[in-house]
């Protein structure tokens, strides 16, 4: 019986990738503008998608150029309600920053929440360990998964 080969060490780019996604986190996390926070924590799923798709997808040649959230179902189909989620939230992300939108809190924190549980599968599907839970958040998928199996 051979041992699997040990995966091949993730590129700079991912691992700065993952790093800004999780500073773009705590932003969102320690702002008191509820437009900002949304921004933030979309900004932070933007950059955990795009760190996934540059650690498992290859350069193509299209011409033209394609949103995280098009091309993460084909890299990745396991994120693939992630993606329209994700995507959804991006239009409501261009409309507060137009200024044709106003937020609430809850919408800010549910998006904050998901961001973070969506940083953890991604860092979860590339080998990495799980990151901390947010100072003051209670929802990461490890949490979520910890609560379930206490009840």
Same mark, same amino acid.
């Given at each position: 019986? /051979?041992?699997?080969?040990?995966?091949?060490?993730?590129?700079?780019?991912?691992?700065?990738?993952?790093?800004?996604?999780?500073?773009?986190?705590?932003?969102?996390?320690?702002?008191?503008?509820?437009?900002?926070?949304?921004?933030?924590?979309?900004?932070?799923?933007?950059?955990?998608?795009?760190?996934?798709?540059?650690?498992?997808?290859?350069?193509?040649?299209?011409?033209?150029?394609?949103?995280?959230?098009?091309?993460?179902?084909?890299?990745?189909?396991?994120?693939?309600?992630?993606?329209?989620?994700?995507?959804?939230?991006? /239009?409501?992300?261009?409309?507060?920053?137009?200024?044709?939108?106003?937020?609430?809190?809850?919408?800010?924190?549910?998006?904050?929440?998901?961001?973070?549980?969506?940083?953890?599968?991604?860092?979860?599907?590339?080998?990495?360990?799980?990151? /901390?839970?947010?100072?003051?958040?209670?929802?990461?998928?490890?949490?979520?998964?910890?609560?379930?199996?206490?009840?």
């Amino acid at each position: 019986m /051979r041992a699997a080969p040990a995966s091949a060490p993730l590129a700079v780019t991912v691992l700065d990738l993952l790093d800004r996604a999780r500073a773009s986190l705590l932003m969102s996390a320690c702002s008191d503008s509820v437009t900002q926070r949304y921004i933030d924590a979309h900004l932070s799923a933007l950059r955990a998608a795009a760190a996934l798709l540059a650690a498992r997808s290859r350069p193509s040649r299209r011409s033209r150029p394609r949103s995280v959230w098009e091309v993460l179902p084909v890299v990745a189909p396991e994120l693939s309600e992630w993606a329209l989620f994700f995507a959804s939230s991006a /239009r409501r992300r261009a409309a507060l920053e137009r200024g044709s939108y106003v937020m609430s809190l809850r919408e800010a924190d549910d998006l904050l929440r998901q961001a973070e549980i969506f940083l953890d599968l991604v860092q979860t599907s590339l080998g990495l360990p799980a990151p /901390r839970p947010l100072p003051g958040l209670a929802a990461s998928a490890t949490a979520a998964a910890q609560l379930g199996d206490e009840r």
